[in-house]
């Protein structure tokens, strides 16, 4: 048996890594100076940095499997609040961890999972920092969403006989390009996960190029397909409208999760169409809140009527309502005529659309919807939803022309989004199955 060249690869893969710890060091030393003046001086945040070196761990109950779940932010966090819930009602034995990376994650968190033993921030990449958190929560499998394949953390879970599973997977055109150029070192990482719980054949297909066993691979849908969200009874809605001072023939289109250089396009054309039609109302909910203030001067700047949520009755009469406030765009979405999702005019790749189809509400994005191909094709296929391409489409939207038509397309919005269920079952099958074959040292 030829032992060397197996020797010589084990060599390169531990140097890679190494590579990658002193980059991910650099990349830190040059980011914290930021990361501080953003969340320390301007927000007022707590930084949590002895929790991100692994120096303080929160306490687990003593007994039990321990499942660890991670998700990048806060649309991840929102995504697994069902899965996290039936795992709990079906497994009250079992010790759940939950871990994410942002601020605003970590909030989000606290507020939506309150079957979660343990919530935390992930520790920062680093085989010390990783080993110290594994060491202490000992978990039987490690559960990642969508993309969040960190190098050290797979690789110390690996050596602990953590069983890992990708869940809600996803792969981009843009990150498959860059595994695809790097081939043999994404194999070695992707090589450590047990299996991979994709979103649609396609995403499999990818993985696969890239030299991942198909045994490992499966298409279980989208957990985002499956969010619980709160339903309103009509008398609730008329009372919240009425809040709003939104008259009950007012007409209400909400923009959520936009992006910089989308509000400006989406005014001036909604300011056109309010010359047309004054029964107009625009709710903007622009991505990040700390932008409300920049949105604000853009809707006044086009002589429109603008509030804020957080300063009611400063601009009696309104047209334009800026969003700054967490956790509220749900219910916004409730109660509009039709719904705009922002993140695709501007070349981002746009965001989740499932929150407007939930409550049966025509949805319209741009054409940049690379993030969320599959839904945004598979919702226009079925009528639920349209691609806004020019400033003339947009102006039609606000024009509400054919409202009959609209309501029977939030309709088959409605109904397609049904069609999508199953993904929280799937998944929490292949994790009790992970659960039952733990191996350990």
């Given at each position: 048996?030829n032992?060397?060249?197996?020797?010589?690869?084990?060599?390169?893969l531990?140097?890679v890594?190494?590579?990658?710890?002193?980059?991910?060091?650099?990349?830190l030393?040059?980011?914290l100076?930021?990361?501080?003046?953003?969340?320390?001086v301007l927000?007022?945040?707590?930084?949590?940095?002895?929790?991100?070196?692994?120096?303080?761990i929160?306490s687990?109950?003593?007994?039990?499997k321990?499942?660890?779940?991670?998700?990048?932010?806060?649309?991840?966090?929102?995504?697994?609040?069902?899965?996290?819930?039936?795992?709990k009602t079906?497994?009250?034995?079992?010790?759940?961890?939950?871990?994410t990376l942002?601020?605003?994650?970590?909030?989000?968190?606290?507020?939506?999972?309150?079957?979660?033993?343990a919530?935390?921030?992930?520790?920062l990449?680093?085989?010390r920092?990783v080993?110290?958190v594994?060491?202490?929560?000992?978990?039987?499998v490690l559960?990642?969403?969508?993309?969040?394949?960190?190098?050290n953390?797979?690789r110390?879970s690996r050596?602990?006989?953590?069983?890992?599973?990708?869940?809600?997977g996803?792969?981009?055109?843009?990150?498959?390009k860059?595994?695809?150029?790097?081939r043999?070192i994404?194999?070695?990482?992707l090589?450590?996960?047990?299996r991979?719980?994709?979103q649609?054949a396609?995403?499999v297909?990818?993985?696969?190029l890239l030299?991942?066993?198909?045994?490992?691979?499966?298409?279980?849908?989208?957990?985002?397909?499956?969010?619980?969200l709160?339903?309103f009874?009509?008398?609730e809605?008329?009372e919240f409208?009425?809040?709003?001072g939104?008259?009950e023939?007012?007409?209400?289109i909400?923009?959520g999760?936009?992006?910089k250089g989308?509000?400006?396009?989406?005014?001036?054309?909604?300011?056109?169409a309010?010359?047309?039609?004054?029964?107009l109302?625009?709710?903007?909910?622009?991505?990040?809140?700390?932008r409300a203030?920049?949105?604000e001067?853009?809707?006044?700047?086009l002589?429109?009527?603008?509030?804020?949520?957080?300063r009611?009755g400063?601009?009696?009469?309104?047209?334009v309502?800026?969003?700054?406030?967490?956790?509220?765009?749900?219910r916004?979405?409730?109660l509009s005529?039709?719904?705009?999702?922002?993140?695709?005019?501007?070349?981002?790749?746009?965001h989740?659309?499932?929150?407007?189809?939930h409550?049966?509400?025509?949805?319209f994005?741009?054409?940049?919807?690379?993030?969320?191909a599959f839904?945004?094709?598979?919702?226009?296929?079925?009528g639920?939803?349209?691609?806004?391409?020019t400033?003339?489409d947009i102006e039609d939207?606000?024009?509400?022309k054919?409202?009959?038509?609209?309501?029977a397309?939030g309709?088959?919005a409605?109904?397609?989004?049904?069609?999508?269920?199953?993904?929280t079952?799937?998944?929490?099958?292949?994790?009790e199955?992970?659960?039952?074959?733990?191996?350990?040292?």
């Amino acid at each position: 048996m030829n032992i060397a060249p197996a020797a010589g690869i084990v060599y390169i893969l531990a140097t890679v890594y190494r590579l990658y710890s002193v980059l991910l060091a650099f990349a830190l030393a040059a980011y914290l100076p930021f990361y501080y003046f953003r969340e320390r001086v301007l927000k007022k945040n707590r930084l949590f940095l002895r929790e991100r070196i692994g120096r303080e761990i929160p306490s687990i109950p003593a007994g039990g499997k321990t499942l660890w779940i991670h998700a990048v932010s806060v649309g991840e966090v929102i995504s697994l609040q069902n899965l996290v819930r039936e795992l709990k009602t079906r497994h009250p034995d079992w010790i759940l961890c939950f871990s994410t990376l942002t601020s605003t994650g970590i909030a989000v968190a606290r507020e939506k999972l309150k079957e979660v033993d343990a919530i935390f921030f992930i520790p920062l990449d680093f085989p010390r920092t990783v080993k110290r958190v594994l060491r202490a929560l000992n978990p039987a499998v490690l559960v990642l969403a969508e993309s969040e394949l960190w190098p050290n953390l797979l690789r110390e879970s690996r050596r602990r006989n953590t069983k890992i599973l990708l869940i809600n997977g996803r792969i981009s055109e843009g990150s498959f390009k860059k595994y695809a150029d790097i081939r043999p070192i994404a194999k070695s990482l992707l090589r450590n996960v047990d299996r991979f719980l994709m979103q649609t054949a396609n995403d499999v297909r990818k993985l696969e190029l890239l030299g991942v066993d198909p045994d490992r691979l499966e298409v279980a849908g989208n957990l985002k397909s499956e969010v619980r969200l709160p339903d309103f009874t009509p008398d609730e809605m008329r009372e919240f409208r009425s809040g709003l001072g939104i008259g009950e023939t007012g007409k209400v289109i909400v923009a959520g999760s936009t992006r910089k250089g989308e509000e400006e396009r989406l005014l001036r054309a909604f300011s056109k169409a309010k010359k047309i039609r004054p029964d107009l109302r625009l709710i903007l909910a622009p991505r990040h809140v700390e932008r409300a203030g920049e949105v604000e001067r853009l809707a006044s700047g086009l002589g429109l009527a603008t509030e804020r949520r957080t300063r009611p009755g400063s601009a009696p009469g309104w047209d334009v309502l800026v969003l700054d406030t967490m956790g509220e765009l749900a219910r916004f979405y409730a109660l509009s005529d039709a719904a705009f999702v922002g993140g695709s005019l501007v070349d981002w790749g746009g965001h989740n659309i499932l929150e407007p189809a939930h409550y049966g509400r025509p949805v319209f994005f741009g054409p940049h919807m690379k993030n969320f191909a599959f839904l945004a094709d598979s919702f226009i296929r079925e009528g639920g939803a349209r691609i806004l391409r020019t400033d003339a489409d947009i102006e039609d939207l606000f024009m509400l022309k054919d409202e009959g038509g609209l309501r029977a397309m939030g309709s088959r919005a409605a109904a397609h989004l049904a069609s999508l269920a199953g993904a929280t079952d799937r998944t929490i099958r292949t994790i009790e199955r992970l659960m039952e074959s733990e191996s350990r040292p």
